[in-house]
C-alpha cells in the first residue's frame, strides 16, 4: 500500500532520528498516527490526531521543541547524539 504525505514525511524523519530501541512505541505510534490522517485528512481527523502526533514526535525529539531548539523542552540528549553522529560522518568522508 503506498504512503500517504504525512506517512513518508514521518519515514524520513525516523529513518535519520538518532532513536533507541527503547523508543520502538513511540516510533510505532507516529507511524499510526500518520497513516490515519493521510487516510482521513478531513479537518476533524486533523484537529483530533494532528495535536497527538505533534506530541509523540516532540517527545521522540523530532520537532524543534523536542530538540530543545527555539526556547522549546530541553531535548539535548537527541541533539547530542545526532551532532554526534554528523561529526562521525563528516569525518569518514573526509578520510576517503
Do not use: F
Request: aromatic fraction near 2%.
Amino acid at each position: 500500500m503506498a504512503q500517504g504525505p504525512l506517512s513518508r514525511a514521518v519515514a524520513l524523519a525516523l529513518k535519520d532520528a538518532p532513536l533507541l530501541p527503547q523508543d520502538a512505541a513511540g516510533k510505532a505510534l507516529v507511524r499510526r498516527y500518520a497513516a490515519a490522517i493521510d487516510a482521513d485528512p478531513t479537518p476533524e481527523v486533523l484537529a483530533d490526531l494532528g495535536p497527538k502526533l505533534l506530541a509523540a514526535l516532540t517527545a521522540l525529539g523530532l520537532t524543534p521543541a523536542g530538540r530543545g531548539a527555539k526556547g522549546g523542552a530541553h531535548g539535548g540528549a537527541v541533539a547530542g547524539k545526532l551532532d554526534e553522529l554528523r561529526a562521525r560522518r563528516e569525518q569518514r568522508a573526509r578520510a576517503d
